[in-house]
C-alpha cells in the first residue's frame, strides 16, 4: 500500500538542511517527485524527527519535544536510500559527517553532501567504500553552493580542464570590497559578521582553509590530487587597504602542479576582478575553449540547498 | 563485419564542420567513440565526400575533385543516423539549412546544427517534424558556440528562470571595446574585419540581427516564444564613442514579457559591463540562485565544434 519508492533522511537540521526541506518541498511536483518523500530527519538539537510535516520548518524553533538518538544509530536504522548529511564542518578530522556518510554507504544509501570536510579531507577513504557498496557520495554543494562548478564540464565533454582560478570565499570577498571602498579589516569583518556572511570564529574564512578545502574538492575532482595540506594557503589578514583598492582579490589556482590559494592583485582587464560582494566565481581553462567563467551565489540557505536538490535529481537518473 | 554503429554525415563543409571533423577525431577516443564514424561528406564547394579520411581537413583546400550532389539528395540516400548541418546562416528564410534539416529528420536521422536561421525562424515547424519522427534536434552552438549557455539549466533542475540578459555578439562587442579606447565606428570594424570576427558585410552583427536571432532561440528554449520577429532591435551604429567609454554594451533581454536587443550603458558594478572583446555572456536570474552568469567563447572554429560535439554526446546518451 506504500507507494513511497525512494526515502531521503536529513542529518542535520540546520540552515542548510531546513533550506533543502523546504526547496524539495516546493519543487517536488514540478520535478515529477512524487514518489519521492523526506522520511526522516535526525538532528543533534531537535532529536529525530519521522515522517516530518510539510510545514516543519515554521514550526520547529525552539521545539525541542522529538527523541533525541544517536545519529550514527538512525542512520543504520534507517529504511531511507539516500542520505543527506548536512551537518557543521570540521578541518580536522571531518567527524561526525565522515562517520555519518560511511555509515549510510555501509548500509546501502546513497549520500548527498553540502559538508566540505570529508569531501576535502577523507575522499580516498569514500570513494574506496564507495566502490565497495555501491552507493554514491554527490558533493556539488561543496563548492559555489548550487552555482553550476566543477559540474559544468558535464556540458562540455572532451574538453581538458588545463587550469582553474577562483573566488570561492563570499566572506573574504565582502570584506576585501568593504576595504577597497574605505573600510578597515575589522570594520569590514564586523560589518560581514552582522549580516551573517561571517561566523563569530571567522578563522576557517579569514586565513583561507575555506578556500584551500575547495582547492583540494576540485583537485579531487580533476584527477590532480593535492591534498587539503598540500595546499599553499594565505589568507587576507595582510591585505592592506590600497591594495584591495587595486584590486587584490583571495585567488585560488589549481593544476595539475599548482593549489595554491593567496591574495593577488588581479588586473582591471581579470573578468575575476569585478566579482563582488559574497559572489563566487570560476575561471575554467579547457583545450577547446580556452577560459570560460561562471559567477554566482557560493552560499545561502535556498542557494545551498538547490545544490542537493541538482544531486538528488542525479542520483534520480542514475538508479 | 561492419561494426560500426552510429554513422554521421556532415553536411556544410566550411569551418565549423572542418572544425567539428578534426575534433571529433582528436576527442574520439578519449569520449569512448570507437563505435561512432563520420562516414559521409556533403558541401556545395567541395563536393560529396564518402569515407572521409582522417586527415581530410589538411588536404582540402582547393580540392574540386570530388563529385557535386545535390545536398538534399545526399541526406536522403545517406545510411548515417546523424546529421551534422553546418551550412551559412540565412535569416530570410533559413534556406537551405531548413531543408537539409528537415529531409534528415523525415528519413530518420537526429540533428545537429549550429545554423541559427532554422532555429530561430522555423523552430516551430522543427519540432513539428520531430516529434512526428521521434528524431531529435540539437542546437547547442547557436548561443554562445561551445560555452555553456542555455544547457546550464540542466545542473540547476528545478530552478525557474525569470530572465536573462546577455551579450551574444562577440563582433559588436569587440567594436564598442575598441571604440572605448578611441576607435571611431568605421576603424574598429576594419579592424574586426581584418581579424576575422566580422564578415563583409557586417549587417547581421552592427545591426543586432544575430542577437536577436539568439534571443529568439532563448526565448523559444525557455517557453516564451517570442519570435525573431518579435524582437525589438537596435543596432550599435548611433553608440558614440563617449558612451562606449562608459560601459554601453548591445545587450540583449528575454524574459515573458521582454525581447530586445539595445545598446545600453551598465553600471560599473555590472558584471556584464568588464565583458570585453568577442567574448559572450550570459546572466540568467532564477528563483533558487538569484542572477549567475557564464562568460566564454561566441564563435570560433574549435570553440562552435565543441557544441556539435557536445550535442552528439548528448544525444548517444539519449538513443
Redesign the interface.
Known amino acids: 500500500m506504500d507507494s513511497v519508492k525512494t526515502k531521503i533522511m536529513i542529518v542535520g537540521f540546520g540552515v542548510v538542511g531546513q533550506g533543502f526541506f523546504d ?1 524539495f518541498h516546493s ?1 517536488k511536483e ?2 515529477g517527485l512524487n514518489n519521492v518523500e523526506i522520511t526522516e530527519i535526525v538532528d543533534k538539537k531537535y532529536g529525530y524527527i519521522e515522517k516530518p510535516p510539510i510545514d516543519l520548518t515554521k514550526k520547529i524553533n525552539g521545539k525541542t519535544d522529538y527523541p533525541l538518538i544517536d545519529p550514527v544509530e538512525a542512520i543504520r536504522n534507517s529504511d531511507a536510500s539516500i542520505v543527506c548529511e548536512f551537518t557543521w564542518v570540521n578541518y580536522k578530522d571531518a567527524e561526525p559527517a565522515f562517520t555519518h556518510m560511511k555509515t549510510a554507504l555501509e548500509n546501502g544509501k546513497h549520500v548527498i553532501t553540502t559538508n566540505k570536510g570529508p569531501v576535502a579531507l577523507r575522499m580516498d577513504e569514500l570513494k574506496t567504500i564507495s566502490k565497495k557498496t555501491g552507493n554514491n557520495v554527490l558533493f556539488k554543494g561543496t563548492v559555489m ?4 562548478s566543477f ?2 564540464v ?6 581538458k580542464v588545463l587550469r582553474i582560478r577562483g573566488i570561492l570565499n563570499g566572506t573574504t570577498n565582502f570584506i576585501l570590497e568593504q576595504m577597497s571602498k574605505g573600510s578597515d579589516f575589522e570594520s569590514a569583518l564586523k560589518e560581514a559578521q552582522s549580516l551573517g556572511y561571517a561566523e563569530a570564529d571567522p578563522t576557517n574564512d579569514v586565513e583561507g582553509f575555506d578556500s584551500a578545502a575547495k582547492v583540494a574538492i576540485l583537485s579531487n575532482y580533476f584527477g590532480w590530487r593535492h591534498k587539503m595540506s598540500d595546499v599553499q594557503r594565505e589568507g587576507i589578514k595582510n591585505v592592506s587597504r590600497e591594495e584591495a583598492t587595486h584590486g587584490t582579490k583571495l585567488l585560488a589556482t589549481i593544476s595539475k602542479t599548482e593549489a595554491s590559494v593567496a591574495p593577488l592583485q588581479l588586473e582591471d ?1 581579470d ?1 575575476l ?4 560582494g559574497v559572489m563566487n566565481a570560476l575561471e575554467i581553462e579547457t583545450d ?10 557560493g552560499a545561502g540557505r ?2 545551498t ?2 545544490a542537493a ?2 544531486d538528488l ?1 542525479e542520483i534520480l537518473s542514475m538508479n
Open positions: 526547496l519543487k514540478s520535478l553552493a548550487g552555482t553550476p559540474n559544468i558535464k556540458l562540455i565533454p572532451g574538453a582587464s573578468l576582478r569585478h566579482v563582488n577547446s575553449l580556452g577560459p570560460i567563467y561562471i559567477m554566482g551565489p535556498k542557494e540547498a538547490q536538490l541538482t535529481m
